[in-house]
């Protein structure tokens, strides 16, 4: 059976923004000022800086994408730290730690995150009454998403 049990106070939210999308990641953020206040906010260096300088947002920064944030907060997703990924990636253009972006979005994948790409997926994301809510993550060394996988089967059958 589903848990609709009340969500915690706030969610874990990691935002990171391409260079070329920077710019839309504050516009978003500014638009969604109000909702994002009630969380505990992640990003990359330069995202995490921008956020705290123009919109006043509290957030813990994390090494600068090719420097290894990406790893960072993929590495924070893994550990159940991290609850919801907000990444606008630019795919017109070539980044040399592309493998790095790919590894992030897996892992988002793998541990059954919600993941937006784009600021129209992100404001659907962060209006979501579903917001409210609690979420179990997976975590696959464990099996728990086989087991979680078998309860949505007999709760789907009930």
């Known amino acids: ?4 049990a009340p ?9 990171i923004a391409h260079d070329n999308k ?12 109000d909702l994002l206040a009630g969380h505990e906010l992640f ?4 995202t995490g800086h921008l956020l705290q300088q123009q919109l006043g ?8 994408g090719p420097y290894g944030g990406d790893q960072q907060i993929g590495a924070r997703i893994a550990e159940g730290e991290i609850d919801l990924l907000v990444f606008l990636w630019d795919p017109l253009e070539p980044h ?3 493998p790095d972006v790919k590894a992030l979005l897996r892992v988002a994948v793998v541990c059954n995150i919600p993941v937006a790409c784009n600021r129209a997926t992100a404001d659907f994301m962060i209006s979501s009454p579903l917001m409210g809510r609690s979420h179990q993550q997976w975590d696959p060394a464990s099996g728990q998403a086989r087991r979680n996988q078998a309860a949505l089967t007999v709760a789907r059958a009930g």
């Not at 969500?7 to 935002?15: D, M, S």
């Not at 990003?43 to 330069?46: F, G, L």
């Not at 947002?57 to 600068?64: D, K």
Request: proline share 10%.
């Open 1 to 4: 059976m589903p848990d609709h």
């Open 7 to 15: 969500a915690p106070a706030g969610r874990r939210i990691a935002l």
């Open 22 to 33: 920077k710019q839309d990641m504050i516009e978003w953020a500014e638009y969604n000022l």
């Open 43 to 46: 990003a990359t260096a330069t």
């Open 57 to 64: 947002l509290p957030v813990t920064c994390f090494r600068s």
């Open 96 to 98: 040399p730690h592309d």
